[in-house]
Nanobody
Framework: QVQLVESGGGLVQPGGSLRLSCAAS????????MNWYRQAPGKQRELVAL???????NYADSVKGRFTISRDAAKNTVNLQMNSLKPEDTAVYYC?????????WGQGIQVTVSS
């Protein structure tokens, strides 16, 4: 049974920082891509950032220059460093991994940016 467990969310003031982490456990096929998505109330889930097995990354335009995705391949973890947070970053953030077998999702973690 594969599990993805996210941590690090919470409430932060505008301009602040948070670091999300996602740890994958269990028997996992070869991981191709590790992703962070988010879903704000009333909006569709959107891809925030991804990191490929080779280490290349992509970011949504809305977070470029503020968010950084990283991974520890040996520990099957992926992190999202979020700086200069804005109220519009408020959402539930989901970790997702795409493997040579099934895709897996975390349960989601709330990030709220508010004064």
């Amino acid at each position: 049974q594969v599990q993805l467990v996210e941590s690090g969310g919470g409430l932060v003031q505008p301009g602040g920082s948070l670091r999300l982490s996602c740890a994958a456990s269990g028997s996992i096929f070869t991981i191709y891509v590790m992703n962070w998505y988010r879903q704000a109330p009333g909006k569709q889930r959107e891809l925030v950032a991804l990191i490929r097995s080779g280490g290349s990354t992509n970011y949504a335009d809305s977070v470029k220059g503020r968010f950084t995705i990283s991974r520890d391949a040996a520990k099957n973890t992926v992190n999202l460093q979020m700086n200069s947070l804005k109220p519009e970053d408020t959402a539930v953030y989901y970790c997702n991994i795409r493997t040579s077998g099934p895709d897996y999702w975390g349960q989601g973690i709330q990030v709220t940016v508010s004064s």
